[in-house]
């Protein structure tokens, strides 16, 4: 009995010591996790505070008291410069884009002096985005920091200027301040402050380099005319030569095969530095100078990323790279559907050469036309009656799935279609936004193509596949099985209906 009464008491003492262990841990808890009261201390809303440890993306975020541990410190800063490299591919795309067409240019000769001219078309052996199959191109890139530029431009073309940036300095031509009647005009540098010449319609560019870009008329199936009407009354050449113009070096660029298009890979980073340290400072934002700035791109620094940006920055250029893609070929912005529930795309919402309607930049459809295409002026954005043009887009068939080369298709064209000079439908590869290379050399159908069929009420209806339908050779365009691929509807000269939307296309339907 006294035994099992002393073991009774020992556990009774041992359970009164746990407890007020307990109770003491429990207190110092307390003491640790309420702040204490002072003179000044108020009630703090728990919404502007930051927990000790926080759930995220990035995994486990760690703090005391706010002050971030040196794990949570790395990994946002990892994030960080991801971000704002991702962000960085997308904002000055149209700047590795034009350094990619520069450099195309460049392989046939030096600027200001070498015009190319595709005397017999473009085919599809060239890799620049989105090109036409139906207007003889004329391409020369032009540098003003020696001297401004003067060009002798034409009559009956039709064109523009872009600074490297890929913004309009001025349309040219048909659409331009020529009227279609041709004239000199003068680019001047971002920094030129002499007297203007008189005799010139001058040109203001924020960069030094710029390319031209005109676009000469077949003629009944000929293009010996523009090309002719080229060749006679172009000429660049710096103005401080305009006493002997050098020779114009112009090199038929038809059929040659030659690169245009912008890196999608860490490659993309160098081409935008070395943008930046030729271009003025002022040549863009400052909001876009401080984002490239974050990841290294500065004008007076040379562009040395280590073996972490370089890292983080090869996995920004792909997941930029995937972004576009997705914004491109799966947009979820409605305002890019001119007809709803239609499959067909507009390269911009807004008619608005600045991608600003309303005044508000539309960042999907800035990135939209600078992935897929380029050279957005006024003349192939706003509404005007026979001139200039205009373009819809698609990579999706009537049911939604997107377009696969092994298949046939139709697309029905209604009478009538909106086009004074010309229309046509072009297939183009996904891969490169260029024209798709298979057996045909132009992979395209519109109404300047000799025997193109059509019906007895004026419509017209075009065949995609591997194969052509029996006896609709002439209006088939071939696709490769295996492969996607994307079209793109012109329309040069626009009508009213196209605007008023009174008319529109077919879609693009699966022959079973």
């Known amino acids: ?21 307990c109770s003491q841990k429990k207190k110092k808890e307390q003491e640790t996790t309420i702040p204490a009261k002072y003179k000044m201390t108020t009630e703090i809303p728990a919404s502007i505070t930051t927990p000790d440890v926080v759930e995220t993306s990035l995994g486990t975020l760690r703090f005391f008291d706010g002050f971030p541990d040196s794990n949570t410190v790395q990994k946002v800063y990892d994030n960080l410069d991801f971000q704002r490299g991702v962000q960085a591919f997308l904002r000055a795309m149209p700047a ?23 005397e017999s078309l473009l085919d599809s052996r060239t890799l620049i985005m989105v090109a036409n199959t139906e207007t003889v191109y004329n391409m020369a890139w032009l540098d003003t920091k020696d ?10 073309t039709l064109g523009f200027i872009l600074d490297i940036w890929g913004r ?111 271009e003025p400072l002022e040549a863009i934002d400052p909001e876009t100078r401080g984002l490239l700035a974050a990841i290294g791109i500065r004008k007076d620094k040379p562009f040395e990323p280590d073996a972490r940006m370089t890292q983080i920055l090869t996995d920004a250029a792909s997941v930029g790279n995937a972004t576009a893609r997705v914004i491109v070929f799966d947009t979820r912005d409605q305002n890019n559907y001119p007809y709803p529930g239609s499959m067909w795309k507009a390269g911009f919402a807004g008619n608005d050469p600045e991608m600003s309607p309303g005044g508000v930049l539309d960042v999907d459809s800035r990135i939209i036309y600078y992935y897929n295409a380029w050279g957005v002026t006024p003349a192939m954005s706003l509404k005007m009656i026979g001139k200039g043009s205009q373009y819809a887009y698609t990579e999706h068939d009537a049911d939604g799935n997107y377009l ?36 045909q050399q132009f992979p395209s159908a519109g109404n300047q193509r000799k025997g193109i069929l059509v019906n007895q009420d004026g419509s017209v209806d075009v065949y995609f596949g591997p194969a052509p339908p029996p006896g609709k050779e002439s209006n088939w365009i071939q696709t490769i099985p295996g492969k996607g691929w994307y079209t793109m509807l012109r329309l040069y000269g626009p009508l009213e209906s196209w605007f008023d939307k009174t008319w529109k296309p077919g879609e693009i339907e699966l022959v079973n």
């Open 404 to 439: 696969d080369g092994g298949k046939t298709y139709t697309l029905h064209l209604p009478p009538n279609i909106p086009a004074k000079d010309f229309w046509s439908v072009i297939v183009y590869d996904p891969q490169t936004r260029s024209m798709l290379q298979t057996d």
């Open 1 to 21: 009995m006294k035994k099992t009464k002393v073991k009774y008491l020992m556990l009774c003492l041992l359970a009164g010591n746990i407890a007020f262990s």
């Open 96 to 118: 590795a884009l034009f350094y990619s067409v520069r450099s195309g240019i460049r392989t046939f000769g030096p600027d200001n002096q070498t015009m190319l001219i595709t």
């Open 147 to 156: 001297s401004p530029i003067v060009i002798d431009l034409p009559p009956q």
């Open 168 to 278: 309009c300095v001025s349309d040219m031509g048909n659409a331009g301040p020529d009227r279609g009647k041709g004239g000199k005009y003068l680019l001047l540098p971002p920094d030129y402050f002499d007297n203007l010449p008189e005799g010139y319609i001058p040109l203001n560019s924020k960069t030094y380099g710029n390319l031209i870009f005109i676009r000469g008329f077949v003629v009944n199936g000929d293009t010996h005319p523009a090309v002719e009407n080229t060749k006679k009354h172009f000429r660049i050449y710096p103005l401080n030569m305009a006493s002997y113009p050098p020779a114009m070096n112009f090199v038929n660029a038809s059929g040659k095969s030659y690169n245009t298009q912008m890196n999608n890979d860490f490659t993309f980073f160098n081409q935008i530095a070395e943008v930046v340290h030729e």
